[in-house]
């Protein structure tokens, strides 16, 4: 969105940590963190909206070039847009793997055991959709320039992520070629097992 | 990096959370999150090296396209270099502003008075400079095209940030022109005060 003049910094509250509390929420973060996986087999056990929500508003309140803030989180439930999705997915996936992808990038992926199915878009409770924004309307009606807009747009999703994780959420994030701005995360329960 | 044959998922040691956990951890992410700043003012205090440690170690393990983690971050605390850094940084930040960049980039920027005088470069105890990996080479020799670079780098800075901000220190993410594909972020301990 196009910054207004009135634009006024947002005050820091501020509370200088002791070196050990520091250390032991630094620490308590890590091994959060570390016990993330990227998961391709969901329960389609409900999830409490609440979790999707704090997660979208904890990504918007990532740094942004110019503090454009220059991403759309789009949250689907509904089955009959992940069958959708799902489809329109894994035709995209099997044109890749069969003919797109080039020898090195099915050489990059073999280790991963993917494959064109993914019936994880339609099990998962939610999907989330998120969407870079190159450029937006001004109130005067003037298309501006975002700036560094990938990189933003990235902090946000590791914000997305984490939320999710530290929630106890399963997520896996997901560019389908050639969806190649686009990037979705699937989230939902995580099954017992072994992510891959 | 190459990733070997040899490669197996890891193990997904996985706790189902109880809903009303779930949205209280949850809830208690997003306020964290929600009092971070970008800071444009930083105190010298040292800062424990551990808590760069563990942001780092972090950031390592965000999900990646194809697993190949294609970062480096440099974690630089010399002030001979820090001092190096900013002067590279200020003069290409005076020709941005004063010639390179478009006016509508000068007015994105404008609410948030940033100019090219750069003190928090050297006034951080440290910068963490972040590199991209476009292409890595293979035990064999070969160049290997990563995939999804920047999203992947982006979510992996996200992952640092929150950890850096877990820990009560001060982030600023920043990316000099024309260094367009490389982020820098500073850190230290944060000044009381406003941010901007």
Redo the contacts between chains.
Sequence with gaps: M????T?R?????????P?E???R??????EL???????RHFSSEPV?F??IE??V??AG???S????QPWTFVVVSDPAVKEAIRQAAEQEEELLYRKRASD??LE?????GTDSIKPHITDAPYLIVVFEQPWSYAPDGRK??H??V??????????L???LH?????TL?H?PSPWGSS?RSSTG??T?????
Tied chains: 1, 2.
């Design positions: 196009k910054l207004e003049k634009y910094p947002a005050p820091l509250a501020f509370e200088r940590l070196d509390e520091a250390r929420r630094s620490l308590e973060f890590l963190m570390s016990r993330r996986r990227s998961v409490p609440e979790l704090n997660a508003r904890t309140t990532a740094p070039g110019a503090n454009q090195e990038y990059a992926i073999e280790p991963i501006h320039k700036y560094y990938r990189e933003s747009v990235g902090i946000a999703v590791g914000f992520l984490a939320s530290a929630a106890g959420l399963a994030t560019s990037r329960p995580r017992s097992g072994l992510s891959s």
